[in-house]
């Protein structure tokens, strides 16, 4: 296995491993049992911790807004755009009733190094950015700030329905949360 394949084995499982578990629960030796190398291999492609955290989120950051990219640009009407955008959270609960990484990297928020804050803030960053460029169009009498706000808003209800979900083990809750914010008329 190459360096690089190595470093993707381990990303891949300490992704899986935070999704399902959280941060705090995060060991290099457990994960590295889950990939099958020496804790010392992980160390050496994350010296500390807080290192792969960061890297966790900077690549699932970066992840995420190539794929809303795909989506803005799309020609479809923004209903379907933003169903997409919605079945992004979706499939985390699918797979084995995961949280969205930032979901669950920010309900640990205090206990995160300061490296892993910075990373997990630009993908709530990234996510109202994407949403008031979706929006804009939508609401050109809102102000900037107000525009952030409901993008914000947004974000923070399609991150909370998720949580609920996951925590009932029920993703037919997502579902209903999302469809009466949708008639509510905080969703398109």
Not at 29 to 36: D, F, M, T, W, Y
Not at 50 to 55: E, M, P, R, S, T
Not at 57 to 79: K, S
């Amino acid at each position: 296995m190459t360096t690089t394949d190595t470093r993707e084995t381990i990303m891949k499982a300490a992704q899986a491993a935070v999704q399902a578990k959280g941060y705090n629960a995060l060991s290099f030796r457990e994960l590295a049992k889950a990939v099958g190398i020496k804790s010392a291999s992980i160390h050496y492609h994350f010296p500390t911790k807080g290192d792969l955290g960061a890297a966790l989120a900077r690549r699932y950051t970066d992840n995420a807004v190539g794929y809303f990219e795909q989506l803005i640009t799309a020609p479809a009407p923004v209903e379907a755009i933003f169903a997409d955008y919605v079945a992004v959270f979706r499939a985390a609960l699918l797979n084995d009733n995961r949280m969205c990484l930032y979901g669950i990297m920010a309900a640990e928020y205090g206990d995160l190094p300061p490296e892993v804050r910075v990373a997990v803030d630009a993908f709530s960053a990234a996510n109202v950015d994407w949403l008031v460029r979706l929006l804009g169009p939508r609401h050109p009498t809102l102000s900037d700030a107000a525009l952030r706000d409901r993008a914000l808003a947004i974000f923070a209800a399609i991150e909370g329905a998720q949580l609920v979900a996951r925590g009932r083990g029920d993703i037919t809750l997502f579902d209903q949360m999302i469809a009466a914010y949708r008639a509510a008329g905080l969703m398109p």
